[in-house]
């Protein structure tokens, strides 16, 4: 077997879970996780973790920039930010007009571009007290979370046609896509949720080269020294490589987070100690 990451283009309508689930039985490999879930109602680039030594490496990848493509509609606002919740349809405040492009552009890039405050849906999988939001929500209990600050990078108008408008969003971590097409509907005075969504980059993974779930083949799995070309490399020798499998520390000056290296293949994680030595974090 190969341990690496599989690109996925993930449909609308199965959960992550359930391409994880997919990918397992069509491999016949029960160690496969993921980089980050994508919800439901959106498709795109779902990055697979495959094999037990590939899931151990999937704590450096947990920071990764996304870019999606995502269809904003004006008008109407959702209980659960998306088109997957409640709709309802709101009337024109008076004295309120339509919104032009030039207009548009200036409020994305003056509050919605950089470091922002944002609060996520109440339909998501953010933690309150130990339970998910989603699951208070469904029970009909009030949930009440805080704002967090979000990076984005970039939020470039891809075409607008009021009451339509379709984004590509670059951002960092825990960017919740939903919450921007709300912001975005209260800041314009319409109301606003997110109509559709593609997940176009990981990193530095594309979409462009991710098969469908049914297409997932061993072959088609990135080897895991391939993944980790890009992280500082440490070589041992056979003897280092046994003390670290052992856990013992070797004599070797690192800064970081590093990726120790045998015979032309990764074997450890490791993370620099007080005394100057290396510790195995991670033995892969």
Sequence with gaps: MRHGFLLINKPCGPTSHDI????????SEKSIGHLGTLDPAAEGLL???????????????????????AD????????????????EQLDPKPGWMVPEMA???????????GRISQVPPAASAVHIGGERAYRKMRQGRAVDLPPRDVVIDECAILSY??????????????TYIRSLAHDLGIA??????????????????????????????WTSVIPLKEV???????DLSEEEAKDIGHGKNIRQPIKGIAIAWCAELPVAILEPMPDGSAHGRKVL
């Design 72 to 87: 904003v509609r004006f008008g109407s606002v959702s209980t659960t930010y998306d088109r997957e919740g409640v709709i």
């Design 47 to 69: 990055v697979l973790a495959v094999g037990a030594k590939a899931l151990k490496v999937v704590e450096l990848f947990q920071g990764l920039s996304k870019e999606y493509v």
């Design 161 to 174: 046609e009021h009451p339509d408008l379709v984004l590509r969003v670059r951002c960092g971590s825990g």
């Design 103 to 113: 207009a548009l552009q200036r409020l994305i890039a003056e509050k919605f571009t």
């Design 228 to 234: 980790l070309q890009s992280f500082p490399r440490i």
């Design 188 to 217: 314009l005075r319409c109301g606003g949720y997110l109509s559709a969504l593609r997940r176009t980059k990981v990193g530095e993974w594309s979409s462009e080269g991710a098969c469908s779930p049914d297409q997932a083949r």
């Design 20 to 27: 994880v689930a997919s990918v397992r039985r069509i491999l």
